[in-house]
Nanobody, 113 residues
Framework: QAQLVASGGGLVQAGGSLRLSCVAF????????MGWYRQAPGKQRELVAF???????NYADYVKGRFTISRDNAKNTVYLQMNSLKPEDTAVYYC???????WGQGTQVTVSS
């Protein structure tokens, strides 16, 4: 059964940066389009960015130019570089394939103003 473990979150001031990582275990990672999702308190989970197995990327409008998704298929890992962070980016961030399967451990990102 696939297991997804995200890490790299933390507390950062507005304008700061964080790099998230997510390792996938027990899955054919290299065959899947992978995405980063987030869920803020009281809100639905939303797709932030995704990357195809060939490396094509796509971003939600509200993170374009600030976030960069990448992947290392040899390491079964997907990354999210987040720059120019805003308080509204505060959420728990998760990785998953598209369409999503079982959810794994997320990582909390908190941006202070």
């Amino acid at each position: 059964q696939a297991q997804l473990v995200a890490s790299g979150g933390g507390l950062v001031q507005a304008g700061g940066s964080l790099r998230l990582s997510c390792v996938a275990f027990g899955t054919t990672f290299g065959l899947n389009t992978m995405g980063w999702y987030r869920q803020a308190p009281g809100k639905q989970r939303e797709l932030v960015a995704f990357i195809s197995r060939s490396g094509s990327t796509n971003y939600a409008d509200y993170v374009k130019g600030r976030f960069t998704i990448s992947r290392d298929n040899a390491k079964n890992t997907v990354y999210l570089q987040m720059n120019s962070l805003k308080p509204e980016d505060t959420a728990v961030y998760y990785c998953n394939k598209l369409p999503f399967g079982n959810w794994g451990q997320g990582t909390q990102v908190t941006v202070s103003s």
